[in-house]
């Protein structure tokens, strides 16, 4: 049985950091639901590194709060080959935190016109006669539930059902694997970009401390067989040199990997309403540094400011795209570099660049 739930203007699939800026920014144009596949509050595996774009776009609302801030509360990024013992610091820096309570505090800046409603996944749409969107959602255990709508925006991640309905191609995904270790010693308050010739399969690591953990996560290229038993190698060459202890949790993910440019998407117009796409639902994340946060926000933002102030779907969709079209062109330019950062000869050749080359770099990439 299907049950009809409601009628709204905008509808936003997925609740991280990109829906939250897209019902936030929304939400003067009339109603908005958000909906999420995840019972909230959500785990979602994540390294919790705010860089500072991200906090220039938070300020606009509000400032993170210092009491997210894990010890150490910001960390320092640098590159740290543990084969050729080169270390490469980077003139960036990340606020620390832990995914959980950053999208809780992310929920409470939303306005009292967004409704929230958790373990609901989006099915698809359709276009009723009236040129509206009818949503069909299912609540986890539940019926069919359709909502009518203006609008729909896909902030649903990697593995979008947004991105599915609208018949574009799913990309490439990264395999990524991270564990949470107990802290057993002194580590630096650096956010550790690593890798060693030992494990072919993953593209780059990260080391991050958290209170008295330690994040360990890698990230493996796609179609890695037995990811699980990688990372315990990858553990154990890494208690050789820090002092790691035993994992207290382990969790997976994955990230889209982009064959080119053309992965990223803002969406179509469907009937009289604009199904607009969002961060990685988009493919809008660093194909470099894998950074992702910065990107939902900044895609999320444009997405929902546009909805408030176009009324025509057509005019919302071209505004989205010119104001991202510099986000796409940046992807373009870190897929040219990214095979000669992941290739020997590039893991060679930063021995010999100065470290305020790299820095200013990789404050680019």
């Known amino acids: 049985m299907t049950a009809y739930l409601r009628d709204i203007t905008t509808l936003v699939v997925g609740t991280g950091p990109a829906g939250v800026m897209a019902a936030y920014h929304a939400a003067p144009a009339g109603s908005v639901l958000m909906v999420d596949t995840f019972t909230l509050p959500r785990d979602k595996s994540c390294g919790g590194m705010i860089h500072p774009l991200s906090t220039n776009i938070l300020n606009e609302i509000a400032p993170v709060p210092k009491s997210l801030l894990l010890d150490p509360p910001q960390v320092q990024f640098r590159f740290n080959d543990w084969d050729r013992q080169i270390v490469k610091n980077v003139d960036l820096h990340f606020l620390n935190v832990d995914r959980i309570p950053f999208d809780e505090w992310m929920m409470t800046l939303l306005p009292d016109n967004v409704e929230v409603m958790d373990a609901t996944s989006f099915v698809t749409h359709e276009v009723l006669p009236d040129g509206r969107l009818k949503a069909t959602l299912r609540k986890h255990g539940g019926a069919l539930k359709h909502v009518v709508c203006d609008h729909i925006v896909g ?58 953990r330690v994040l360990v996560g890698l990230i493996y290229f796609p179609n890695t067989k037995r990811a699980h038993e990688l990372q315990d190698k990858a553990l154990d060459k890494l208690r050789e040199r820090l002092p790691i202890g035993a994992s207290l949790k382990r969790e997976g993910w994955i990230a889209p990997k982009h064959n080119s440019a053309e992965d990223v998407s803002c969406g179509m117009v469907s009937g009289n309403g604009a199904v607009l796409l969002a961060g990685e639902a988009g493919g809008f994340i660093s194909p470099t540094s894998g950074e992702g946060i910065s990107w939902a926000l900044d895609t999320g933002r444009l997405a929902g400011k546009v909805i408030a102030k176009y009324d025509n779907a057509a005019d919302m969709l071209r505004s989205y795209e010119d104001q991202s079209a510099h986000l796409k062109r940046d992807i373009a330019r870190r897929l040219r570099f990214y095979p000669f950062m992941t290739s020997k000869m590039g893991k060679k050749f930063a021995k010999y660049i100065p470290e305020p080359v790299i820095s200013h770099f990789t404050q680019n990439l």
Request: proline residues 9%; glycine residues 6%.
């Open 155 to 212: 902030a649903d991640g990697p593995r979008s059902t947004v991105r599915k309905a609208i018949d574009l191609p799913a990309y490439n995904r990264y395999i990524t694997v991270q564990d949470y270790c107990k802290r057993e010693g002194d580590i630096e308050p650096v956010f550790d970009c690593f890798h060693f010739a030992g494990i072919p399969e993953f593209a780059a690591g990260y080391i991050i401390p958290k209170d008295d």
